[in-house]
T-cell receptor, first 114, second 113 residues
């Protein structure tokens, strides 16, 4: 079935690395996404990874995909107070690649302490 | 990436009334979607807005409650009809740009009293 799970809360100190984890149940996922939602704002697409990739790096962001364990992670290096937000993991299923339907996790609230 | 705007940004409405939310994109896009984010919750797809034909609704959402229009490739509206307090949510428009990139508007924060 369609299910994406994330831990609800993560607290880190400024300058540390943050790792936000996500698990999904459907092995037919084609693309997996990370979105950021700041308070009172919409969703910002941070990055995405195709299911045949293991890793994708974009500046301070590193996405790791373990397809065997159906586990996705987002690492933020040198975390800043401006990174405080809710981070959503999402997947698009192979059957939905033409429809664009995204399945979202519950979101992880990242708190960055100065 | 596409630039998406929504109107209104927020509203407080009385029970039993209806509200129409507008979504405008700065470029022509094939796919437009409407999502709901209930307080403290994740996002759920309401429907896909199809240009020139009826919207495609997800399970649990019906046209009578959430009528959608898509008159062209840059604009769509979502109406929340006969509102109740349970409809208090953030309603977000999104568009698919490129093959697998999906971008979201800023959202409309609806409170029903």
């Amino acid at each position: 079935g369609e299910d994406v799970e994330q831990s609800l809360f993560l607290s880190v100190r400024e300058g540390d690395s943050s790792v936000i984890n996500c698990t999904y149940t459907d092995s037919s996922s084609t693309y997996l996404y990370w979105y950021k939602q700041e308070p009172g704002a919409g969703l910002q697409l941070l990055t995405y990874i195709f299911s045949n990739m293991d890793m994708k790096q974009d500046q301070r962001l590193t996405v790791l995909l373990n397809k065997k364990d159906k586990h996705l992670s987002l690492r933020i290096a040198d975390t800043q107070t401006g990174d405080s937000a809710i981070y959503f993991c999402a997947e698009i299923l192979s059957g939905s690649s033409n429809t664009g339907k995204l399945i979202f996790g519950q979101g992880t609230t990242l708190q960055v302490k100065p | 990436s596409a630039v998406i705007s929504q109107k209104p940004s927020r509203d407080i409405c009385q029970r039993g009334t209806s509200l129409t939310i507008q979504c405008q994109v700065d470029s022509q896009v094939t796919m437009m979607f409407w999502y709901r984010q209930q307080p403290g919750q994740s996002l759920t797809l309401i429907a896909t807005a199809n240009q020139g034909s009826e919207a495609t609704y997800e399970s649990g959402f019906v046209i009578d409650k959430f009528p959608i229009s898509r008159p062209n490739l840059t604009f769509s509206t979502l109406t929340v009809s006969n509102m109740s307090p349970e409809d208090s949510s953030i309603y977000l428009c999104s568009v698919a740009s490129g093959v697998y990139e999906q971008y979201f508007g800023p959202g409309t924060r609806l409170t029903v009293t």
